[in-house]
T-cell receptor
Framework: DAKTTQPTSMDCAEGRAANLPCNHS???????VYWYRQIHSQGPQYIIH???NNETNEMASLIITEDRKSSTLILPHATLRDTAVYYC????????????FGAGTRLFVKA | DTAVSQTPKYLVTQMGNDKSIKCEQN?????MYWYKQDSKKFLKIMFS???????INETVPNRFSPKSPDKAHLNLHINSLELGDSAVYFC??????????????FGEGSRLTVL
């Protein structure tokens, strides 16, 4: 699975958009970009994933660059409850494959 | 209904003891996993079972033995517990290989403290 690089931490004001970047320059053609988050003391939570096209769901939007070497997770209106560690992961799709978590980005949403 | 449930949530025990953590999922998934999150907060995959068959086995001491009695359950038994086994253990499940989804659904974790 391709390696990802994320900033260690970021701050965001409550109500503003949080834009979390991820670099995955060695991504392969069959690898998806997945995002998870882990709120303190809880199990990680799936947010969104994509292959080439931008994706949006009720939690977030995922913007993938045309060359697929980087992506951005967007939380459109961050709330205090979005304070968490956000993990960007690239791997082939489907269950039964290893999902390897890096250090992630610690997002602090401030009032 | 909790999708992936683990028991116990907290476990405090002495070195050298044997303990088990149980996991059950009611999502109808075929694949289940155990992850370990140590004090540095890194999540590391330990094992994965697909339809009761072991498919991922990372470099884990053989004191750790997963058991899957059916595809809805994956238990983790740890023999001769050591201080370094103290961590939070997360169970997860996902759909069978072949689908384009494969997102993981995690339990709330079981915090093991070895004294």
């Amino acid at each position: 699975d391709a390696k990802t690089t994320q900033p260690t931490s970021m701050d965001c004001a409550e109500g503003r958009a949080a834009n979390l970047p991820c670099n995955h320059s060695t991504i392969s053609g069959n690898e998806y970009v997945y995002w998870y988050r882990q709120i303190h003391s809880q199990g990680p939570q799936y947010i969104i994933h994509g292959l080439k096209n931008n994706e949006t769901n009720e939690m977030a939007s995922l913007i993938i660059t045309e060359d697929r070497k980087s992506s951005t997770l967007i939380l459109p209106h961050a709330t205090l409850r979005d304070t968490a560690v956000y993990y960007c992961i690239v791997r082939v799709g489907g269950g039964g494959f290893k999902t390897i978590f890096g250090a992630g980005t610690r997002l602090f949403v401030k009032a | 209904d909790t999708a992936v449930s683990q028991t116990p949530k907290y476990l405090v025990t002495q070195m050298g003891n044997d303990k088990s953590i149980k996991c059950e999922q009611n999502l109808g998934h075929d694949t289940m996993y155990w992850y370990k999150q140590d004090s540095k907060k890194f999540l590391k995959i330990m094992f994965s079972y697909n339809n009761k068959e072991l498919i991922i086995n990372e470099t884990v001491p053989n004191r750790f033995s997963p058991k899957s009695p059916d595809k809805a359950h994956l238990n983790l038994h740890i023999n001769s517990l050591e201080l370094g086994d103290s961590a939070v253990y997360f169970c997860a499940s996902s759909q069978a290989p072949g689908g384009a989804t494969g997102e993981l659904f995690f339990g709330e974790g079981s915090r093991l403290t070895v004294l």
